[in-house]
């Protein structure tokens, strides 16, 4: 699956799409491909205060429970749903599918994620055991 370049990603495989001051969240095709299939997604309501490197909700499948942080602080405006219906939606497109939208908080916070170059670099190390 392909990779935005109009995201920006975490060491901890989650990608964030800023568009003036809301950011969509999710979690990426390296992420998802790791856990297998998804059996289900909590996720935050609406009006909850994420902050950057904090978990926000978690994605369990057969393998595992894994927690996903926020990239970027900001309060919840939105959670996908369909998720906690069809969690595998994930599976289908984890580049494409986000989980919540936030309201960011402070913009600045862009500046220590990855670029996608960089995110591909490091997720290259990570195969290579580095």
Not at 54 to 68: H, N, R, W
Not at 102 to 126: A, C, D, H, I
């Amino acid at each position: 699956m392909a990779y935005s370049n109009e995201c920006r990603y975490t060491k901890e495989h989650e990608w964030i799409k800023i568009e003036g001051e809301i950011g969509s969240i999710g979690i990426t095709d390296f992420a998802q491909h790791y856990l297998g299939d998804l059996l289900s997604v909590e996720l935050p309501e609406n009006g909850i205060e994420v902050l950057a490197g904090q978990p926000f909700g978690s994605v369990e499948s057969a393998k595992t429970v894994s927690e996903v942080c926020a990239p970027m602080s900001g309060t919840v405006i939105g959670s996908n749903d369909e998720l906690k219906k069809e969690p595998g939606k994930i599976n289908q497109d984890a580049n494409q599918v986000w989980m919540i939208k936030v309201r960011l908080t402070n913009p600045g916070e862009s500046s220590g994620l990855l670029s996608l170059g960089e995110y591909e670099e490091f997720m290259k190390q990570e195969a290579e055991g580095h």
